[in-house]
């Protein structure tokens, strides 16, 4: 079956960076847009980044744009999301999403979803 397994969060101070990897498996990944979610205590889960099959293109939530690079290889079949500048309203459980026919910011158009991975940045 299809896992999507993310890794790298923890605890970091205001202005550090993180990396964040999602290893995928039971799917042919070269097939999927990627893209990373974020659900911060209390609120929703929002948008945060995607990146086409092939990497060409990328979209940011405005509120990451200039601080989060996503990226992917494609023969790791990972996809990763490198963090600089973090900031503690940075602070959210990261989910990576596939998405088989769609790339953007709507969650729901995501066919599979990882489990996620926790990053705290402490002011």
């Known amino acids: 079956q299809v896992q999507l397994v993310e890794s790298g969060g923890g605890l970091v101070q205001a202005g550090g960076s993180l990396r964040l990897s999602c290893a995928a498996s039971?799917?042919?990944?070269?097939?999927?847009?990627m893209g990373w979610f974020r659900r911060a205590p209390g609120k929703e889960r929002e948008f945060v980044a995607a990146i086409s099959r092939g990497g060409s293109t990328t979209d940011y939530a405005d509120s990451v744009k200039g601080r989060f690079t996503i990226s992917r290889d494609n023969a790791k079949n990972t996809v990763y999301l490198q963090m600089y500048s973090l900031k503690p309203e940075d602070t959210a459980v990261y989910y990576c999403?596939?998405?088989?026919?769609?790339?953007?910011?709507?969650?729901?158009?995501?066919?599979?979803w990882g489990q996620g991975t926790q990053a705290t940045v402490s002011s």
């Open positions: 999403a596939a998405a088989l026919l769609y790339i953007g910011r709507d969650s729901g158009r995501y066919n599979h």
């Open positions: 039971g799917l042919t990944f070269t097939n999927y847009h």
